[in-house]
């Protein structure tokens, strides 16, 4: 009797615990950003998103690797695709080789709620799904994201094209390859990080960049000229890998998606600051 009375409780306790909701699995994401981890974007990211989200002490995780000196900006969007690493911050323009889509987000005109209203981020959101094995997660975008043009010598002006850049090479991207071509310049695409080099010994004499961050890289001591107005907008979309996106619970997913809107709500101010505080250097 005794031992069958054991056995009806011992049944009950895995009746019960069967019962209970099954708590989702503890998971970290590896975060690296194409730019520095002192450039003004990244620090934004760090302020308003990782920080923020590792201090709620939730069932997910970030660490992050770093930026450029771990995995080189041009290999960062193929490493997510592959899984290497789970969530990035990068200009698109970095990846713009793998899918023709990811040259367009510098050219948008409206906020990024618009965009999200108008069916715009769902077009993105499918493009990133199918050639990036990427899922759109944020994305600030603001009036703090701009490019300038800036130079060791000033430039001659044009009536056509505003600026005569015949004979000037000039650091580039994908993304404003053509802009700057068409103004004569002959591009050259180089890391960030060779750029301090490349005014240095003269392989570039001038780059278009966002707002801010010069200081951090030591070039005011060679870019004499800024040229307004400025041009674009910054492209630097906060994706994560998608297969491992579709693993997280609701739950994990919807806390990624607030502190997203909350980077998107939050690091542009932090960015505006910081441009200003650049200018002051320069």
Request: glycine content about 10%; hydrophobic content about 45%.
């Amino acid at each position: 009797m005794i031992r069958k009375t054991a056995f009806a409780i011992l049944a009950g306790v895995a009746v019960a615990i069967s019962a209970m909701p099954a708590q989702a699995a503890k998971v970290n994401l590896k975060v690296t950003t194409c730019l520095a981890r002192n450039h003004d974007y990244t620090q934004a990211f760090m302020q308003t998103f990782v920080q923020p989200f590792n201090a709620m002490k939730s069932d997910v995780t970030l660490t992050y690797l770093g930026g450029p000196e771990v995995t080189p900006f041009k290999e960062q969007a193929s490493s997510l695709q592959r899984g290497l690493v789970d969530m990035i911050l990068c200009p698109a323009a970095y990846y713009g080789g793998l899918f023709g889509e990811a040259r367009l987000p510098g050219a948008q005109t409206v906020s990024i709620a618009e965009m999200r209203k108008n069916g715009a981020w769902d077009m993105m959101e499918m493009a990133w799904n199918k050639h990036l094995n990427a899922h759109l997660l944020g994305w600030v975008f603001d009036e703090g994201q701009i490019f300038y043009t800036y130079f060791t010598e000033k430039p001659k002006e044009s009536t056509k094209t505003g600026l005569d850049l015949t004979g000037m090479k000039i650091r580039s991207t994908g993304l404003y390859n053509p802009f700057l071509k068409a103004m004569g310049a002959t591009t050259i695409v180089m890391a960030p990080g060779d750029v301090y080099a490349g005014l240095q010994r003269g392989v570039v004499t001038g780059l278009a960049w966002p707002w801010g961050s010069i200081g951090k890289y030591g070039w005011e001591r060679f870019l004499k000229y800024r040229v307004k107005p400025h041009f674009f907008g910054a492209s630097q979309p906060l994706i994560v890998n998608l297969t491992k996106w579709k693993s997280l619970s609701k739950a994990q997913q919807d806390l990624l998606t607030k502190q997203a809107r909350a980077f998107e709500n939050n690091g542009g101010a932090i960015i505006i600051k910081k441009g200003h505080e650049d200018d002051a250097k320069l």
